[in-house]
């Protein structure tokens, strides 16, 4: 026996309290997207970068594993998901113009789709 519709209980969103000290980024799709790097926790070591809106960010906060918004699939993802290089989250901060995210994480294995320990080992830009 199915459940109605109306009677399955609504899934609780990010804290308004939160949502409000957010600024997000209008990238034309309307889901006002923040960046989140990405910090191993115990190293800081910055591993990646990645895309949440509102959906994201809870997810993050209410499971502690990392969840992003990917914009190339429109979909949400949960890092580690499919390649078992999961992203244990330890804590999330807030910048002070509250427009990027800081995710400390305990990193298994190498964080970029490429196979490397970071998204940022592929070559020092010289001026």
């Known amino acids: 026996m ?11 969103g990010l804290d308004p309290a939160i949502a409000a000290r957010l600024k997000r980024a209008d990238d034309g799709t309307g889901r006002g997207l923040v960046p989140a790097v990405v910090q191993q926790h115990d190293t800081g070591e910055v591993l990646m970068l990645g895309w949440m809106d509102d959906e994201a960010l809870h997810r993050t906060l209410t499971t502690r594993r990392a969840t992003y918004w990917s914009r190339s699939r429109q979909e949400y ?51």
């Open 77 to 127: 993802w949960v890092k580690g998901e499919t390649s078992g290089h999961r992203q244990h989250v330890h804590e999330v901060r807030l910048d002070c113009d509250g427009d990027t995210l800081l995710v400390r994480v305990d990193q298994e294995g190498p964080a970029c789709h490429t196979g490397t320990r970071t998204c940022f080992d592929d070559g020092l830009l010289d001026g």
């Open 2 to 12: 199915s459940t109605p519709t109306s009677q399955i209980p609504a899934t609780p």
